[in-house]
């Protein structure tokens, strides 16, 4: 079965900076982004917005096995190991990243109550950056601060790469975010930032992906169980 992983991971300095240079290649493994970690909402200038160190690593596979043996023997792999993952079904996709080639849509579509995992990945246009980081700003702290976003963080590769990826315990609470149903000022902000984006586009390529959780491995900051399984 193809699949997807998400993985969070603290890597040595010189083995991050040389995934962030050059991706690994394995057998099976159809595209890999690698970036380092940033902290939603952090300030521009701070030691928090570029993460070098702890790793974000979001993967396509054409099999499960494919990843298990890149764990398992690839160096870098074995790396991520030693940080948490979570295996991904591909269910639907809007926008398109060229060099990423998508699996066909699912067929099945989630239940309201059902947990979803969100990952959105952008080619930036450079001289719209101060554009999106001031809309941008804004939406990584109503993301971040949601009862319902288990686990929200954005990454980033230099010089135009940036991604988000979300665990939310519910697709209503996801969509509610995004359509901006929910209470107060703040759920406003994502609705506006998109009207923003389609007044004038941020990115040269941009891509909202969505996902059934599948399963969970390992640990990151002392948690293993993000996910909200069902009974």
């Given at each position: 079965?193809?699949?997807?992983?998400?993985?969070?991971a603290?890597m040595?300095l010189l083995?991050?900076?040389?995934g962030?240079?050059?991706?690994?290649?394995?057998?099976g493994?159809r595209?890999?982004?690698?970036?380092?970690g940033?902290?939603?909402?952090?300030?521009?200038i701070?030691?928090?917005r570029?993460?070098?160190?702890?790793?974000a690593?979001?993967a396509?596979?054409e099999?499960?096995a494919?990843?298990?043996?890149?764990?398992?023997?690839h160096?870098?792999?074995r790396?991520?190991s030693e940080?948490?993952?979570?295996?991904?079904?591909?269910?639907r996709?809007w926008?398109?990243?060229?060099?990423?080639?998508?699996?066909?849509?699912?067929?099945?579509?989630l239940?309201?109550?059902?947990?979803?995992?969100?990952v959105?990945l952008a080619?930036?246009?450079?001289?719209?950056?101060p554009?999106f980081?001031?809309?941008?700003?804004?939406v990584?702290?109503?993301?971040?601060?949601?009862?319902?976003?288990?686990l929200?963080?954005?990454?980033?590769?230099?010089p135009?790469?940036?991604?988000?990826f979300?665990?939310?315990?519910?697709?209503?609470a996801?969509t509610?975010?995004?359509?901006?149903?929910?209470?107060g000022e703040?759920?406003?902000?994502?609705?506006?930032?998109m009207?923003?984006?389609?007044?004038?586009?941020?990115?040269?390529e941009f891509?909202?992906?969505?996902?059934?959780?599948?399963?969970?491995?390992g640990?990151?900051?002392?948690?293993?169980?993000?996910?909200?399984?069902s009974?």
């Open positions: 079965m193809s699949l997807y992983s998400f993985h969070l603290n040595p083995k991050a900076f040389g962030l240079l050059r991706p690994p290649k394995a057998l493994l595209h890999m982004e690698v970036l380092a940033m902290q939603l909402g952090a300030a521009v701070s030691p928090h570029m993460q070098v160190r702890r790793m690593v979001f396509q596979w099999a499960e494919a990843l298990v043996d890149f764990l398992a023997q160096p870098f792999g790396k991520l940080g948490w993952h979570v295996r991904l079904e591909f269910l996709r926008g398109e990243v060229r060099d990423m080639v998508l699996f066909p849509e699912g067929e099945e579509r239940e309201l109550n059902e947990p979803v995992v969100a959105t080619r930036m246009r450079l001289f719209e950056m554009r980081i001031h809309w941008g700003r804004p990584e702290r109503q993301i971040r601060d949601h009862p319902e976003a288990i929200a963080m954005a990454a980033i590769r230099l135009r790469t940036v991604s988000t979300s665990i939310w315990t519910s697709t209503r996801m509610g975010m995004v359509f901006g149903r929910d209470d703040a759920a406003r902000r994502h609705t506006e930032a009207t923003e984006r389609d007044r004038r586009d941020f990115h040269h891509t909202t992906l969505r996902f059934r959780p599948l399963s969970e491995h640990s990151w900051e002392g948690r293993s169980d993000y996910v909200p399984w009974a």
